[in-house]
RNA sequence: GGGGGUGUAGCUUAAUGGUUAGAGCGACCUGCUUAUAACGGGUUAGUCUGGGUUCAAGUCCCAGCAUCCCUACCA
């Protein structure tokens, strides 16, 4: 070399700069795939899940409905799975992850409903419905599983459970049973949707409230015929005489209604106990003709405005509660029947009406939650077609969407009872197909008994963990209030409940004989049997000869009770069914799904559970919030705030505008995020999550690039020989090791994404890698200066990128993959989760260090203001003298432990300052540039002495010694040498 | 309408009822050109609103506002 003649920037070239194929940008598009088929082939998921040493891990996938494009609500959970899935896994731990799907229910059916031309409608059965319906929901799973697993997300892909899979119909069959034996399933009535129009019951998906519904408005009073004792005393104190409020033509209720149809259905009229009512005294008003009662009970609110509206007098004689009123028997005004007042509940309001609410139980939800408190029965004189039945007495044969209301009219005009009828304006359920009208109706359903096993399930409730703990309050209060469960369905695409109907008596056949042959016969077919074949093809023999007698029924099972039965279906949770995988137990160790699965899935899998086995299907259950928008809103197309992440991932049509940021920029979102409340993301959240992806794959980068001249085997430092700086590096390794692994411990991802950053930009960035430069690059490749700083940056690579790996999967995998020197183990996932020897651990070097950076943030401070000064431009430009006096006494004594302690090429407090002198006490140098006191430091800065290496960039005072070299320092000669 | 959750700088987040509310990012200013579509340095700003309890409130209580989830439905 002859450097003599050279121009000065040819010493770059005796310089130890960085090398790696570790790109600065991921390339994600092309990498990431790369590094997931590199797993593939190594098997690895499917290795460290068999054959880990630790114990077994199961995280149950609730299964999302496949129906429809991911959307980031399906990221963050899948993804807050893979990471917890694959902490265990690095842990050693056998976490086997049998990933699901949803894939029965209505809108499946309805999608493949529209999808139909109307011909092929027409000649449409419930199997040729269901073949279909199973094809579609096979080609949206395979659709999303393709976005999980470009994810990232490890799972059995190849052996997914899908609720439609035979073995899992069985299974789940096998726990209906379970309930059934148990006496926990029985059958009742229910008001559900119908529509006369179609003849179906409809859910609540099918209807559609279109404006502009108007219903005749109904006005009636129901004469008292019987008081309760202290209300009767209470009339005769205000001057109204029992027995004449009880004759005709005396006192009565009020009601409203705007369904005049169900007048002959009514069996009671519902008070709301808190409200005020007045008991009137009607008088003629105007043209208006007086109604045929003396008095009417109203709500005190409501007095005045119906004076109005009903063109009557009501002078106010008595107040009371509307609890007061409970027990008064009134005569039902076209039938020949009596009913009593009853108490309902806060739905009664005075926004309309008259406070008193006529109740049909057959016909209303409230009605019949209130029917069913007072044991009313459910009258339902409604048949399928809409057509008033025989039990509605004279009005038998109307029709409810046609001549039922006017007749019903008529027939009140004509008791003197109806106070008024005028037309109302409001929303009202119409059936989507055929754009009629729905009605309210009760019909036979089944249900599962809640109350049969409620305190079961409480107490299942108090045995597991909940993640956050409100989830507990959450869910105890829906199964301690929750009605019975109405498991029944009038579908097609659902697993059937099994059951048989005799053909006259209507008698139910549901009997373990029943139940195992018809298991059996899914087990084999799958639940299509049902349909395909014909009731002597579904009996048990014993019963086959009779089948003739039976018709089987038509409804299939609730869609809660398919994914409720996971824990049998996948985890083998019941007698009978086997579990998908050896290494995966019931109950599971961890369900983790959205908080508005309190009401879904937990729920219906902690119910059936209970019922068959007594207990809880899981041990903890870890809930997420919501994804909104950064502004705290739901995501909607109409804000056109939705993140797609498909586009995130691969980027959208406009690269330039919509990069692809990665599967790894995702996970890093689901990471950052504190996710036990609602979660925001937006293309600023993007952004931020991109620029922190950039810093750690950065600080990655230059930890490899300075290695590929380092083999540890050969040129590692022991521990014992390494400087302060370097134990202290090492120090905040092993502490970002112990809080990073308690934050996974915890589910507290957000806490490692923070402690992440700051060690990156903090520990390595500012402070250890920018000191480290100087070592690196100028000292000879073999110098203890600079090994003993490489087997640092190699000790910390190897760590960082297995405390990122749950998190950045792929980077870890990249960084694994660019270690310049051999490891034993393939994947970094093969290493297993970092761990730090406990010599690193020194936490007395914390305190003075952080002295030492509290002195480094002062001269920079003062540097900084030279700068701006235009004084001076790198740090290596000065010269630093400090003066400790008072109140520094925590400085000065870090820097004697430095100096006691020191390794004297390495721990140098000039390098740590990256300035040129520094100077201890002593006089002040010539010409101060900047001068500052804080704390009893007194900084001063001042251009450094001598000129500047054209090699290491230090200013020194020997520059020009040697003729060879007469641009470097003394240093770097001897380096050249 | 009912039940539940959340609300700390522009963003993501810290803070057993107890110092001057702490970080990282961003933004702005700036240096370097040996991490260079990189790296360094400096600056910046905050407890949703209003009450209450307390010597002391981001933290506990009440009300309101915003927002999300669940639920009911409009007789």
Known sequence: MTASSAPASSYKDTLNLLQTPFSMRANAKVREPEIQAFWAELQLYERLSQENPGESFTLHDGPPYANGALHVGHALNKILKDIINKTALLQGKRARFIPGWDCHGLPIELKVLQGLKSSERTELTPVSLRKKAHAYALEQVEGQKAGFRRWGIWADWDQPYLTLQKSYEAAQIGVFGAMVLAGHIYRGLKPVHWSPSSRTALAEAELEYPDGHTSPSVYAAFPAVELPPALGSQLSAAGLNPEDATAAGGLAVAIWTTTPWTLPANLAVSVNERLDYAICAVSGRGEAKAPAVSHLVVASELRESLETSLGLGLKPLLNVKGA???????????????????????????????????????????????????????????????????????????????????????????????????????????????????????TEQWFASVEGFRAAALEAIAQVEWLPASGRNRIEAMVSERGDWCISRQRTWGVPIPVFYHRETGEVLLNEATLSHIQALIAEHGADVWWERDEAGLLPAEVAADAAQWRKGTDTMDVWFDSGSSWAGVLGGITGSESRAPQ????????????????????????????????????????????????????SKSLGNVVDPAVLVEGGKNEKQEPAYGADVLRLWVSSVDYSADVPLGPGIVKQLADVYRKVRNTARYLLGNLHDFDPSRDAVPYAELPLLDQWMLQRTAALIDSVSGDFERFEFYRFFQALQNFCVVDLSNVYLDIAKDRLYVSGATDFRRRSCQTVLALVVERLAGLIAPVLCHMAEDIWQNLPYGVAERSVFERGWPTAPAEWRQPALEQPMDQILQLRALVNRQLESCRSGGQLGASLEAQVQLELGDGAESTRAALSWLEATAHPSVDNLADWLLVSGLQLGGSAPDAVLAEAAEGGITVRIARAAGQKCERCWHYETDIGHHSAHPTLCGRCVAVLS
Request: aromatic share 10%; net charge negative; proline share 6%.
């Open 324 to 442: 007061d009123l409970e027990g008064i028997v009134y005569r039902h005004p076209l039938m020949d029947r009596t009913s009593p007042v009853v108490i309902g509940g806060d739905y009664i309001t005075t926004e309309a009406g008259t406070g008193l609410v006529h109740t049909a139980p057959g016909h209303g939800v409230d009605d019949f939650n209130t029917g069913r408190k007072y044991k009313l029965p459910v009258l339902c004189p409604v048949d399928e077609a809409g057509n008033l039945t025989a039990e509605a007495g004279p009005f038998a044969g109307t029709n409810v969407l046609k001549d039922a209301n006017p007749t019903i009219l008529e027939a009140l005009e004509a008791t003197g009872l109806l106070l008024k009828q005028e037309r109302y304006e409001h929303r009202y359920p119409y059936d989507w197909r055929t754009k009629k009208p729905t009605i309210f109706r009760a």
């Open 584 to 635: 995966l137990h019931y109950p599971a160790d961890l369900y983790l799904e959205g908080s508005d699965q309190h009401r879904g899935w937990f729920q219906s899998s902690l119910l059936t559970s209970v019922a068959v086995n007594g207990h809880a299907p899981y041990k903890r259950v870890l809930t997420h919030g919501f994804t909104l928008d950064e502004k705290g809103r739901k995501m």
